[in-house]
């Protein structure tokens, strides 16, 4: 059956119109076309759907790239995943999770992954219900957000590395060098200020890290309150590199939603004072500025980097700026050690 499509209420980088009732026209996603010809349920047999009608709402799309739906099939409910490219890794990745006790239905857990088809690039997953930790620090439970976060960092702390590519600090450099040029193109005088954040990042990496399975990509957004425990979605940049990564990442998603005024500074410092205090003892603090640094950053040139816009984003100046300033901490901290 043909299914119906509407937009989600979350932020995404795309959204389709109110009342659209036609999936994106996007070629390369193979299996739009498929779910377009045959349904949901001629396009993934394996799911045993029946003849009900399938719902689908678009979560998130990025045109050239990938799409996430949310589909209703009378009381089941689960995320479906389009890609263009192969997502063998992340069904991989969900896998080991998996057998690490990390897809359970209760605590920190990960959606199961319920199908996968390689040649459509299709991944089908369970559901996790609940708000993510930026709608938390929006609504003003900034804390609990923290809380969330400080969770499932410990949940994964004593995973072992050995799954996906390296999430270091060198990886992070590559990811800085990409953004600081992205900036540059936009905003001459901004990518200058970027440099001086980038170079110092440089000549303060961290020598030696201890490695962990890490999201990669851990925002706010990716962690969802499921009410005894965090859940976290969006696993495409996962791999091996220290805790510190994930968490400079969470901080740096935390200072981007403030910089965009989308919560209050108080609920903002509650988020990032408890996580802190959740994570003590499992955290180096000049890593973890290291890493808070170079998010902020990445996110500056959110957009940029792929093509989707040409102007720096309206915060931009501000993340950079503070860049700079977790860039000189982190150094400043370096030379303290050095020195004693």
Known sequence: ?????????????????????????????????????????????????????????????????????????????????????????????????????????????????????????????????????????????????????????????????????PRGSGHMLYRVGVSVGALSAADPVLGVTAKVAANMLVLTQPETETLHLVHGSLYARHILDVGDGPGVIDWQQFGQGPAEADAGMFLASVSRLLLRRQASEDEGAQATEVFLSGTRGLLDARTLEWYWAAGLLHLAASGLK????????????????????????????????RSR
């Open 1 to 165: 059956m043909q299914p119906t499509v509407e937009p989600a209420e979350d932020l995404a980088p795309f959204e389709l119109g109110q009342g659209a009732a036609q999936l994106p026209d996007d070629r390369a996603l193979p299996a739009l076309q498929t779910i377009r010809t045959l349904g949901l349920t001629g396009a993934m047999p394996s799911l045993r759907l029946g003849d009900g009608p399938v719902g689908l709402r678009i979560r998130n799309y990025v045109p050239g790239s990938r799409a996430t739906f949310e589909a209703h099939v009378g009381d089941r409910r689960f995320a479906v995943k389009l890609y263009a490219h192969d997502p063998a890794p992340e069904a991989e990745a969900y896998q080991r999770l998996a057998h690490e006790g990390l897809a359970r239905d209760s605590g920190a857990r990960v959606p199961q992954l319920l199908a996968y088809e390689r040649d459509l690039r299709i991944l089908v997953l369970s559901w996790l219900e609940g708000p993510s930790a930026s709608r938390l620090i929006r609504e003003g439970q900034g804390a609990r957000a923290g809380e969330l976060a400080a969770s499932w960092l410990r949940a994964c702390s004593h995973r072992a590395a050995g799954l996906g590519p």
């Open 306 to 337: 792929t093509g989707r816009k040409r102007e720096a984003p309206r915060e931009a100046h501000a993340l950079v700026g503070e860049a700079v300033w977790r860039a000189e901490s982190a150094g400043s901290k370096t030379v303290g050690r």
